[in-house]
């Protein structure tokens, strides 16, 4: 479950975060990225800075950056998460746009101002007129680069009401997780998705039943830092070569073989590439040969993963793997969880 938490300045959103955090739900923090981001820049940590920094970083990426930065963040480390504090329109609908809700804590402003007053943190040493002027700053832009509180608010899917006690304010939080609980019927999401490493494999081994060799069907597949798959191939004769022209013969005279008409499934995979290879890394049930190590190498790809090495002992293989080790290329042996992965069609009719 995906919660996304707005509110006045001072309105009690650490103490909601508190709260869902002993239900089990993890903590990421725009705040907490921006103090990052403003010690980086070896600023002082202000709101003035706070609100400049944010402001800066979505206007050269985009509305709802700060929040896709948590949520890849978030993705890859647990089922229940609270991103605090959602202060942009693009924040807002990124986060309904990942299926997530959005929830808002509101209290009067002199109670507000009394927290803060208490909390005393970085930013909260103002007098009551200058935290509503910097409150009334915050509460609405037509710049979706800019924080706009009243925005999100009226976006909220549920508004909390945080004027009294904690024990009130956890009650309205207990409710809504109640009904969000029934209506979901379980929080988080299934345990039995398969891994990067599988799906990517998979994926490799799929595109080798493309393969019209009738004794090595090979394919393979080349993944970026995002986890984007930007090509696939699969071992095969040249484009425009007919398939029942050339020899499949693995023995006989050179020129009877296939050998010398076979385009290997990594090549192939890197010329179908749509984006740079470089810093990519590429998916290959069989360890590839020498003259594919070239290829990957001049590439640019940083990582191959491999399912067999049954030919460790050729002389290609050999010389492939010096050639890795020397131009720094990572080799990794996948070991797979799951021996098999079944494809039924039918389930989905």
Known sequence: MIIGLTGTLGAG????????????????????????????????????????????????????????????????????IIIESIRTIGEADKIKEKGGILMAVDANPEIRYSRILIRQSETDNVSFEEFLGEEKREMFSINPNEQNLSGCIIKADFILENNKTIEQLEKQVDEIIGKLTRKKQIIGKRKDYISWDEYFMAVAVVSSMRSKDPNSQVGACIVNKK?????????????????????????????????????????????????????????????????????????????????????????????????????????RQYLPENKTLTLDFCKLL
């Open 227 to 331: 986890n984007h798959i930007i090509a696939t191939g699969y071992n095969g004769f040249p484009i425009g070569c007919n398939d029942d022209s050339l020899p499949w013969n693995r023995e006989g005279k050179k020129l009877e073989t296939k050998y010398p008409y076979v385009v290997h499934a990594e090549a192939n995979a890197i010329t179908n590439a749509t984006g740079k290879l470089d810093k990519c890394r590429i998916y290959v049930p069989l360890f590839p040969c020498n003259e594919c190590a070239k290829l990957i190498i001049q590439s640019g790809i940083k990582e191959v993963i491999y399912l067999s090495d049954k030919y460790k002992e050729t002389d290609e293989v050999i010389v492939a793997k010096k050639m890795f080790n020397m131009s720094g290329v990572k080799l």
């Open 13 to 80: 959103k650490g103490t909601v975060v508190e709260i869902l955090k002993k239900k089990g739900f993890q903590h990421y923090s725009v705040r907490k990225f921006l103090i990052e981001e403003i010690e980086k820049r070896r600023l002082e940590v202000s709101r003035e800075n706070m609100v400049l920094v944010a402001n800066q970083l979505r206007k050269m990426n985009s509305p709802s950056y700060i929040v896709e930065k948590l949520y890849e963040k978030a993705e890859q480390e647990t089922e229940n």
